[in-house]
């Protein structure tokens, strides 16, 4: 058994800022585990440009901006175990990891912060019809073997789904000289960023076809082509929409999963609608010393809010581990209204001192529409927003003069007026 203050699973944005702020904080005692062989996670194959934006005021690539926080870790003396797989984490936050160097570790952590990041929903979780020829994959696959492996998957493309890295895998391959047929999307709006539309679709005449969807792909060893159709209400094909289309590559860009495997075999609480921790305005999660941040928690657009998120986690699990955090606290839990998908935190400490910051994304595209902060029935902020869409987080605060007047039976509402 080795000891440590705080154990970081997760090297990826989201470790590192988290470690690197508890550092700050003066925790003595970090180790980061991280499964992959370098430190950066999904950032080190992501060459386009568009990260650093918010946090370092400039546009970087993300290996640029994964290399920004490798160096201030290495400045440090946070211990880093690379090509280290975490199995297990006890209910008395011992931690069980393996590597071919060590072994099998165990790791007695004051504290944990979960980093783990999310996952591209696979193949094997869409109802599509045809057999598994080859030519079928995640974008990030593509991307991977595009990016880092040097790699064409193909040279005539479909793309399902308009989530960001679908989005950004359209302009990639168009540049590497395949074709891309067309971008299709189940729902009625886009779930990427707006302006990756403009500049990875628009920018090169790819068309994207909303409310459409692939029904079925075509070919025994190496994909043919694929079916699509357009949706109706109930998102359920159109029979008479259907359209052949010859391909040799179906990408999916189908949504991001986060990698909760470790959380739930500790028993904290999962959020239905972001699939990630319960957690409170510290990133804590319901089982004390715990602490949640980035992408497996809730999925972010942008890696520059994962980082300030992860710097929330990194100043919390110090707090917990040099007892400066409260030790009584009163919880109120936050609840989406009107037009709000989900929000995170799911519960706030009213004797928090300071402003709270909820983020959340909306389900339905908004035009023109006021975002309500409501407490106790009364309306604490009222913004207008141009556009809201689901593939857009954004923010509201909660002023710590408020949270002052509030008692445990309080209620803290966010919804959308249009």
């Given at each position: 058994?080795?000891?440590?203050?705080?154990?970081?699973?997760?090297?990826?944005?989201?470790?590192?800022?988290?470690?690197?702020?508890?550092?700050?904080?003066?925790?003595?005692?970090?180790?980061?585990?991280?499964?992959?062989?370098?430190?950066?996670?999904?950032?080190?194959?992501?060459?386009?440009?568009?990260?650093?934006?918010?946090?370092?005021?400039?546009?970087?690539?993300?290996?640029?901006?994964?290399?920004?926080?490798?160096?201030?870790?290495?400045?440090?003396?946070?211990?880093?175990?690379?090509?280290?797989?975490?199995?297990?984490?006890?209910?008395?936050?011992?931690?069980?990891?393996?590597?071919?160097?060590?072994?099998?570790?165990?790791?007695?952590?004051?504290?944990?912060?979960?980093?783990?990041?999310?996952?591209?929903?696979?193949?094997?979780?869409?109802?599509?019809?045809?057999?598994?020829?080859?030519?079928?994959?995640?974008?990030?696959?593509?991307?991977?073997y595009v990016n880092l492996d040097g790699y064409m998957p193909g040279k005539k493309v479909v793309i399902l789904g308009s989530g960001d890295i679908g989005l950004i895998m359209a302009r990639r391959m168009t540049l590497e000289g395949a074709e891309v047929k067309v971008v299709c999307e189940l729902m009625p709006y886009s779930g990427g960023l707006t302006r990756n539309i403009v500049q990875c679709l628009d920018d090169f005449g790819i068309p994207l076809k909303l409310s459409t969807t692939v029904v079925e792909t075509h070919g025994k060893d190496r994909l043919e082509g694929v079916t699509i159709a357009k949706v109706d209400e109930k998102l359920q094909p159109i029979e008479s929409t259907k359209e052949y289309i010859e391909c040799d590559t179906l990408m999916l860009s189908v949504g991001l999963i986060p990698e909760n495997e470790l959380t739930k075999n500790v028993g904290i609480g999962i959020d239905r609608i972001t699939s990630g921790a319960v957690v409170d305005e510290m990133r804590q999660t319901d089982h004390k010393g715990i602490f949640a941040c980035g992408n497996v928690l809730h999925v972010h657009d942008l890696v520059d809010y994962v980082t300030l998120e992860s710097q929330i986690a990194g100043k919390g699990a110090a707090d917990y581990i040099l007892g400066k955090c409260d030790n009584s606290p009163?919880?109120?839990?936050?609840?989406?209204?009107n037009g709000v998908r989900y929000l995170v935190p799911q519960r706030v400490n009213i004797n928090n001192?300071?402003?709270?910051?909820?983020?959340?994304r909306v389900g339905q595209i908004f035009k023109n529409a006021k975002v309500v902060l409501e407490c106790d029935g009364k309306v604490i902020s009222s913004k207008k927003k141009v556009k809201l869409a689901p593939g857009e987080m954004e923010n509201v605060v909660v002023p710590a003069d408020v949270l002052a007047s509030m008692n445990e039976n309080s209620t803290i509402v966010v919804r959308v007026e249009e």
């Open positions: 058994m080795i000891n440590f203050d705080l154990v970081v699973v997760g090297g990826g944005p989201a470790g590192m800022a988290a470690a690197l702020k508890a550092k700050e904080c003066g925790v003595e005692s970090i180790i980061v585990l991280e499964r992959a062989e370098t430190l950066g996670g999904i950032l080190e194959q992501c060459i386009h440009t568009g990260f650093g934006l918010h946090y370092f005021g400039e546009e970087l690539s993300g290996p640029e901006y994964a290399a920004r926080f490798i160096e201030q870790v290495e400045k440090t003396d946070i211990v880093v175990k690379t090509d280290t797989m975490v199995l297990d984490i006890d209910d008395s936050n011992v931690v069980t990891a393996v590597n071919k160097t060590d072994g099998l570790l165990k790791i007695n952590a004051k504290a944990i912060i979960l980093a783990m990041g999310c996952r591209e929903r696979p193949r094997g979780a869409l109802e599509i019809a045809g057999t598994r020829a080859s030519g079928i994959m995640t974008a990030g696959t593509a991307q991977k009163v919880y109120v839990n936050t609840t989406t209204g001192k300071e402003d709270i910051k909820l983020y959340f």
